[in-house]
């Protein structure tokens, strides 16, 4: 079996982090020339296609689902229970990857905008097997998960949010890592930035402290998607935790971190899931220029941040870390009827 990066340079965690391969990788890097063009920089701008890590569904979940999927089944649990927005891709990621690993998935759903990306992963949801919970408040979903269905629940991996835990943080290290091998090869230039979107944490938690494992000098800057800036203590904190986890290495007993990342809340727009002018402008040139499919609630508000840098003259080159998944399952949603949902979700699909 090829071993992950992270094993490769770290040949003492082979033994002690659960690990199992779900990854097409490495995933591809290209530059935007097209879009360097017309937003009118004489600076590269990159990408790294996380779109594309896995044929079944890819995304940035898949690479935090390596370790956590492994850890479940280590644990010898029979399915796996998440949190997320009402079009969760996290979840949809779980469920499909839990799936395929004979792992069945317990979704805790919370209201957010409905657009048609929601209505399409709801589909797709019921469609993999996911069992759908929905709460009228995110209260209400974190009491159930993290108190009262606990008893009912024997056998269950309890993920918290956005698969943001420590073991899932080693993902997006391990993606830094995969990333100095192409910068290593020539395969693209050392980024000065690279731009990724800020949810749950996680992915921003793993770059950052996989930036400083490796010599290179590139700096992450987060884009907030929601008006309200994490709390960094939070975000410390997972990261201390993902780097106790590495620290089983006796390569890093001595390694310090200190946070290097930068966060911005300049292109959320007013809440989670609602769409924003510059993030409809950026998915449309995406689209257009560059053959790339954003959502609104993440990957578009990111390229907003990319582009108006590069406008505003940002020095590069920039590396816009794309997230998304672009398996199509259009297909697959489309055939489902919204009646064959459990009633509480149907309507979100008759109103409006
Ligand atoms: C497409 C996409 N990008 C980025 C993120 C944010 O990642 P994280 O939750 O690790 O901060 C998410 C989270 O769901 C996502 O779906």
């Known amino acids: 079996m090829k071993h992950p990066p992270l094993f490769e340079v770290y040949p003492d965690l082979r033994e002690q982090i659960p690990w199992i391969p779900i990854l097409s990788t490495p995933t591809p890097t290209r530059q935007l020339t097209n879009l360097q063009q017309v937003v009118n920089t004489n600076e590269e701008i990159w990408v790294k296609l996380d779109n594309l890590t896995s044929e079944k569904y890819g995304g940035n979940k898949v690479r935090k689902l390596e370790f956590l999927i492994a850890d479940a089944l280590q644990q010898e649990k029979h399915q796996i229970a998440t949190l997320g927005g009402l079009g969760t891709n996290h979840g949809l990621a779980t469920t499909i990857h839990g799936q395929a690993n004979n792992l069945a998935t317990r979704l805790y759903l919370?209201?957010?905008p409905i657009t048609?990306?929601?209505?399409?992963?709801?589909?797709?949801?019921?469609?993999?097997?996911?069992?759908?919970?929905?709460?009228?408040?995110?209260?209400?979903?974190?009491?159930?998960?993290?108190?009262?269905?606990?008893?009912?629940?024997?056998?269950?991996?309890?993920?918290?949010?956005?698969?943001?835990?420590?073991?899932?943080?080693?993902?997006?290290?391990?993606?830094?890592?995969?990333l100095l091998n192409q910068i290593t090869t020539g395969e693209l230039p050392e980024p000065r930035l690279i731009y990724i979107p800020v949810g749950s944490l996680g992915t921003i938690a793993g770059i950052d402290l996989g930036l400083q494992l490796t010599n290179l000098s590139t700096k992450v800057k987060g884009i907030c998607v929601a008006p309200h800036l994490p709390p960094t203590k939070s975000l410390n904190q997972l990261i201390e935790g993902a780097l106790r986890l590495l620290q089983q290495s006796p390569q890093l007993t001595d390694f310090t971190y200190q946070p290097r990342y930068e966060l911005t809340m300049d292109y959320s727009g007013s809440g989670y899931g609602v769409v924003t002018d510059a993030g409809t402008e950026a998915s449309q040139l995406a689209l257009e220029?560059?053959?790339?499919?954003?959502?609104?609630?993440?990957?578009?508000?990111?390229?907003?941040?990319?582009?108006?840098?590069?406008?505003?003259?940002?020095?590069?080159?920039?590396?816009?870390?794309?997230?998304?998944?672009?398996?199509?399952?259009?297909?697959?949603?489309?055939?489902?009827?919204?009646?064959?949902?459990?009633?509480?979700?149907?309507?979100?699909?008759?109103?409006?």
């Open 110 to 112: 919370t209201p957010q």
């Open 116 to 178: 048609t990306h929601v209505r399409m992963n709801l589909k797709l949801l019921y469609h993999f097997g996911a069992d759908m919970i929905y709460s009228e408040t995110r209260r209400r979903a974190n009491f159930r998960f993290r108190f009262l269905d606990r008893i009912s629940q024997r056998g269950t991996y309890w993920l918290p949010l956005g698969g943001s835990t420590a073991l899932g943080v080693l993902g997006y290290v391990n993606a830094v890592l995969e």
């Open 289 to 352: 220029l560059e053959a790339i499919q954003l959502d609104p609630t993440y990957t578009a508000k990111t390229l907003a941040g990319v582009i108006d840098a590069a406008r505003k003259g940002e020095k590069g080159p920039i590396l816009y870390w794309h997230t998304f998944n672009s398996v199509d399952l259009s297909t697959i949603a489309n055939s489902i009827d919204y009646q064959d949902l459990p009633s509480v979700f149907h309507r979100f699909f008759t109103n409006g």
